[in-house]
């Protein structure tokens, strides 16, 4: 039904910078949430950001003044600009779309973000 296509990840040293992007394709319903979480070797999946096709954006705690989480509704694209990157945000980063009418929620194939120090 949703397919999600993730881009952006790779390499970068700390106080660096990376851009996320994931597009969404398939049969989306107007009002879902989008957003990205995160998985660190022997850690669990943790939430980074999240933002509803009404304008609300929410973010963890540690990614705060960092990282930017904006949408592109006419090309069902979320972007997640990361800054300032610190060795602990290294981990593999997967996008989600979720769909309230639905109730369900599609996932990316997931990329690799190394800071390295």
């Known amino acids: 039904q949703v397919q999600l296509v993730e881009s952006g990840g790779g390499l970068v040293q700390a106080g660096g910078s990376l851009r996320l992007s994931c597009a969404a394709s398939?049969?989306?319903?107007?009002?879902?949430?989008m957003g990205w979480y995160r998985q660190a070797p022997g850690k669990q999946r943790e939430l980074v950001a999240t933002s509803t096709s009404g304008g609300s954006i929410d973010y963890a705690d540690s990614v705060k003044g960092r990282f930017t989480i904006s949408r592109d509704n006419a090309k069902n694209t979320v972007y997640l600009q990361m800054n300032s990157l610190k060795p602990p945000d290294t981990a593999v980063y997967y996008c989600l779309l979720h769909s309230p009418r639905w109730g369900s929620v599609s996932w990316g194939q997931g990329n690799q973000v190394t800071v390295s120090s």
């Open positions: 398939g049969r989306i319903f107007s009002i879902n949430v």
